[in-house]
């Protein structure tokens, strides 16, 4: 059953506190009515989609200069919290802010090893930070030790008052060349600049792409020729979540799934995530 590499635990309660994320549901067209009340609604989702697991993932802005983002912080013991009971459904990757310097190195690995978290989730626009800085190596190191892949929204966002500049795919690659063992997963395949995503990805064999914040049926051609060609491994399928629902991307994704090589959609939906994560 397919894996969500990318979902939020974005509730009504922290949406109504964070006007970038106000933004983010205004441009997906999400009434703050429907947005889930807590994590229970995410699990009627996934059974409802027929998704077996999805990974929540953490978010950290503690010493970020952009006021924007100061309630946007999900400490990973309450996320770690939010999913107890759900332990077999629901899979953490941390969040903490690369800003931070040695006490965001001392909270990953808290997540990491206390925790048990599976990953890191950096947001390279929210925190200000280039994804090749020194204070992001360091947890990049930290995530290599410990096995564990590392996600970077890259591309455009949906978040209000922040600066793209910063999740540029081309950085990646630089990560890449300083950390050739840790797998790297570059979120929203880095659209508009997603030739460049496809590159990076093609010229590492340990980063990745998800397709998340994309109905399917508006993925672009040139990245849906090398999901069914050279990059079949390395494609994770992804909602977005609440952003997208789990039932109507699954609704979309059969309408064009034609698109995709049958031997294709099993890797994309389930096993290069299974793989990638060791489940
Ligand atoms: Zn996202």
């Keep these: 059953m397919p894996i969500d590499i990318h979902v939020h635990p974005w509730t009504k309660e922290f949406v109504s506190r964070n006007p970038p994320v106000l933004d983010a549901c205004n441009f997906f067209g999400i009434k703050q009515a429907d947005l889930p009340l807590t994590v229970k609604d995410l699990i009627e989702e996934m059974n409802k989609a027929g998704i077996e697991k999805s990974i929540v993932l953490g978010q950290g802005a503690q010493n970020t200069r952009n006021p924007a ?28 802010d690369p800003n931070s310097g040695e006490i965001a190195l001392r909270e990953l690995r808290h997540a990491l090893k206390d925790l048990e978290f599976k990953g890191l989730k950096i947001h390279s626009s929210v925190n200000e930070v280039y994804p090749d800085d020194p204070r992001v190596n360091l947890l990049c190191e930290l995530c290599q ?14 978040l209000g008052n922040c600066d793209i500049k910063y999740s540029k795919p081309e950085y990646l690659d630089d990560v890449a060349n300083d950390f050739p063992d840790l797998k790297i997963i570059l979120a929203h395949f880095g659209w508009p600049w997603y030739e460049v995503a496809i590159a990076v990805a093609l010229r590492h064999k340990n980063v990745f792409l998800d397709i998340s ?26 909602t977005d979540y609440p952003m997208i629902r789990q039932t109507e991307w699954m609704h979309d994704f059969r309408s064009v799934s034609r698109k995709f090589k049958p031997q294709v959609v099993e890797k994309l939906l389930e096993s290069n995530a299974k793989r990638l994560l060791k489940l």
């Design 145 to 158: 030790e410990f096995e564990v892949p590392v996600m970077f929204h890259t591309g455009t966002t949906a």
């Design 213 to 238: 914040g994309w109905k399917p049926r508006y993925l672009p051609e040139t990245l849906i020729r090398y999901i069914n060609g050279p990059l079949q491994g390395k494609v994770l399928f992804g």
């Design 69 to 96: 983002f100061r309630n946007y912080t999900i400490p990973n013991d309450l996320l770690r919290k939010m999913l107890r009971n759900f332990e077999d459904r629901l899979i953490p990757f941390a969040g903490v």
